[in-house]
């Protein structure tokens, strides 16, 4: 039984780890599909690679240009300077949200319409402690712009909570941006005949 237990618990922690953690938002599709494109380019040059910068987008952009190409080129769109229809650019930024409120006040209020609950959950403690406070998040945007009007017909941005902000890991973090701009990407039709 406890074998089995912990099968099951050894085998669920990867997948949930693995879907944890990163917000993707997407803009409605309506008018990157109505565009009818089939060529792009990027908006601006790709970062020069320099070994010595400590900054995360030098890390971050031949990762994101390479995974970016290879969804759409899967998906039949073609990078093509000359004849590009669409721009893609990506912005890297930090940002600091305000977290989860406190489930232990969830029952404070005024009203004597309810009998708040006197026994200390130590776990709903501590997610309240971790969850309440300020919290750093990395963000990449990605932006489609119409090439001829330059007015944007897509955009994702995809979160993620900064966990450890001095570990830097370029192969871990390579694994899972490839998933998560896959999954960013999904919603893109396939290029127009």
């Known amino acids: ?23 993707i938002e997407q803009s409605s599709i309506d008018t990157f599909a109505a565009g009818n494109y089939h060529y792009y380019k990027w908006r601006s040059k790709p970062l020069p690679s320099t070994t010595r910068s400590t900054d995360p987008v030098y890390t971050l952009d031949p990762i994101i240009r390479r995974d970016v190409d290879a969804a759409l080129q899967a998906k039949g769109y073609a990078l093509d ?26 029952n404070i209020t005024p009203y004597p319409r309810v009998t708040p609950n006197r026994q200390v959950n130590q776990a709903a403690v501590d997610n309240a ?7 750093e998040t990395n963000n990449i945007t990605l932006q489609f712009n119409d090439s001829a009007t330059n ?9 993620k909570v900064v966990e450890d902000a001095n570990n830097i890991d370029a192969t871990r973090l390579d694994d ?18």
Do not use: K
Not at 2 to 11: D, E, G, H
Not at 151 to 159: C, I, K, Y
């Open 129 to 135: 402690i971790a969850l309440g406070g300020v919290q």
């Open 176 to 193: 899972h941006l490839q998933r998560f701009l896959e999954r960013a990407l999904a919603p893109i039709p396939p290029a127009s005949q």
């Open 1 to 23: 039984m406890r074998f089995t237990r912990f099968l099951v618990y050894s085998l669920l922690l990867p997948v949930l780890a693995a879907c944890s953690g990163v917000e």
């Open 81 to 106: 300077e000359d004849r590009a229809q669409f721009t893609v650019d990506y912005l890297y930024a930090n940002d600091l949200r305000q977290g989860e409120r406190s489930q232990l006040a969830s």
């Open 151 to 159: 007015q944007e017909v897509w955009q994702a941005t995809l979160s």
